[in-house]
């Protein structure tokens, strides 16, 4: 069974132009979540779906961020304009349960890498 | 609120001797508890969970880790250390919030594995 996909892996920008990032979710997976780690930390959850609903995105700085998740599948998450702060390794991450309990294990994808310049 | 403490920023370990990353949790109730393996450019994978069902916890590769609510700790372990396991890990809690659950991450171990 095929993992979570991510594209692209790595992406370099200049700044205050746009990027966008794609992921497929395992099969099945309901609940999607994006995080954001930045270099020597943990990953910070931005935005959570269950299905093509946003349900916690608390963390994501919309001035500049947006993601969506149509027919409750692919995602795609945005910048515009990025930023020199921006610079991270963006984590998509997947799982089984809506509403999820204390014991849901996360499936993460490779990540992409954005340089911001 | 509920948060997690790695002790160690790095660890070296000779190739075979044990290895141990520390991990301490803050809970104002029985947690859920993992351990996450992050390989260089590659995604996290996970190692182990903590559910209540038992406190030794065995995962993949070898690792495991107890939970010692006394000591509020969930220490990773592995009697013998391979070159495979020089990665960063992470340990994570899962926090309530609206109605459902998040992860919070420590700040990771990254273990270097000497030959």
């Known amino acids: 069974e095929a993992g979570v996909v991510q594209s692209p892996r790595y992406k370099i920008i200049e700044k205050k132009q746009p990027v966008a990032f794609w992921c497929n979710p395992i099969?099945?997976?309901?609940?999607l979540y994006w995080y954001r780690q930045n270099l020597g930390q943990g990953p910070e959850l931005l935005i959570r779906?269950?299905?093509?609903?946003?349900?916690?995105d608390s963390q994501l700085p919309k001035d500049r961020f947006s993601a969506e998740r149509l027919k409750g599948v692919d995602s795609t998450l945005k910048i515009q304009p990025a930023e020199l702060g921006d610079s991270a390794v963006y984590l998509c991450?997947?799982?089984?349960?809506?509403?999820?309990?204390?014991?849901?294990?996360?499936?993460f994808g490779p990540g992409t890498r954005l340089t911001v310049l | 609120a509920q948060s997690v403490t790695q002790l160690d920023s790095h660890v070296s370990v000779s190739e075979g001797t044990p290895v141990l990353l520390r991990c301490n949790y803050s809970?104002?109730?029985?947690?859920?508890l993992f351990w996450y393996v992050q390989h260089p450019n590659k995604g996290l994978q996970l190692l182990l969970k903590?559910?209540?069902?038992?406190?030794l916890v065995k995962g993949i590769n070898g690792f495991e880790a107890e939970f010692k609510k006394s000591e509020t700790s969930f220490h990773l372990t592995k009697p013998s250390a391979h070159m495979s396991d020089a990665a960063e890990y992470f340990c994570?809690?899962?926090?309530?919030?609206?109605?459902?659950?998040?992860?919070?991450f420590g700040t990771g171990t990254r273990l270097k594995v000497l030959a």
């Open positions: 991450a997947s799982s089984l349960s809506l509403a999820g309990g204390s014991t849901d294990t996360q499936y």
């Open positions: 809970s104002s109730y029985s947690p859920s």
């Open positions: 099969s099945g997976h309901n609940t």
């Open positions: 994570v809690v899962s926090r309530p919030t609206s109605g459902t659950y998040k992860y919070i």
């Open positions: 903590y559910t209540s069902a038992a406190t």
């Open positions: 779906y269950e299905n093509e609903e946003a349900v916690d």
